[in-house]
């Protein structure tokens, strides 16, 4: 068994590591990466983050956007504080290290426009937003010193009621197996945070990672957590190819073959229906009983 941690987080995507550094200002932390610390769903998304930077946009913009792309399904209180602190949290980021394109504009940062917004407010690295943000991260967590243990799967979470504790039951640590060694390791703990993602991996052809197999969700719902709005993870699914964000908005089309879909016009219109459909969701977080278990979902 390995030494106690006051935060164990499970996942080192822009949710496990935006918590670890947080973290790490009021205790010891261990995250574990399931393979390479770099390899998560937030490395390979590519169009960028939506957020109120540019003179003349506004938070009630924003949020009016977004309720209404989410066709009622939203609620407006977890979109309100997603839109308000968006620019702080890109702020943040950029205090990091993270690079974002730039222009001549006065506010320095390029931005374009997605499906669903009336206004300018992607920010974005290139086409590889996700890649720079992980970068700017890891880069940010490894000054903190949070230790980062790659190749180790989480197995399940370990509560106490596994082991007659008393009081009521709640989560003490994982326990995780190390691919390199062939052994599982428990790692103890007072807090337990998932960030582990999706299960875009359940589908054959997906342009998600092979890490993204819902393990996160399964551990906390072995552990008594409450599990819902799965149906709003965001999981891309392709066949041949998939066009990305940045092409579709500019009006790209998706790429045609003998074996390939008929050939699709991605319109301003197509592309807000599709964002309606699949982008927004009611807030979803996930805790064990004794709330010590989180969720997070992860950037795609």
Known sequence: MREPVDFLVLGSGIAGLSFALRASKRGSVLLLAKRG????????????????LAPGDSVESHLKDTLVAGAGLCREE????AVSEGPARVRELIDLGAEFTRDATPLGYHLT??????????????????REVERALLAAADAAKVRILDEHVAIDLVTS????????????????????????????????VLATGGA?????????????TGDGLAMAHRAGAAIANLEFI???TI?????????????????????????RS????????????ATWWPAASTASSSGAATTAPSST
């Not at 977890?78 to 504080?81: E, F, L, P, T």
């Not at 991996?201 to 990672?209: A, C, G, H, I, R």
């Open 200 to 212: 875009g991996k359940v589908y054959l052809y997906t342009s998600n990672p092979d890490v993204a």
């Open 239 to 263: 066949r041949t190819r998939r066009v990305s964000s940045s092409a579709r908005r500019c009006g790209a089309k998706a790429g045609s073959s003998a074996t390939a879909p008929a050939r």
């Open 266 to 277: 991605w319109s301003a219109t197509t592309r807000a229906a599709s964002w309606r459909r």
């Open 113 to 130: 426009r997605e499906g669903g917004h009336s206004a300018r407010r992607v920010l974005h690295a290139a086409d590889l937003t996700g």
């Open 161 to 192: 009621g596994r082991f007659g504790l008393g009081g009521p039951d709640r989560v003490v640590g994982c326990y995780a197996f190390d691919s390199r060694t062939g052994k599982v390791e428990a790692f103890p703990a007072r807090v337990v």
């Open 37 to 52: 610390r770099s390899e998560s769903n937030t490395a390979y998304a590519q169009g960028g983050i939506a957020a109120v």
């Open 78 to 81: 977890a979109v309100r504080v």
């Open 234 to 236: 965001q999981f891309p």
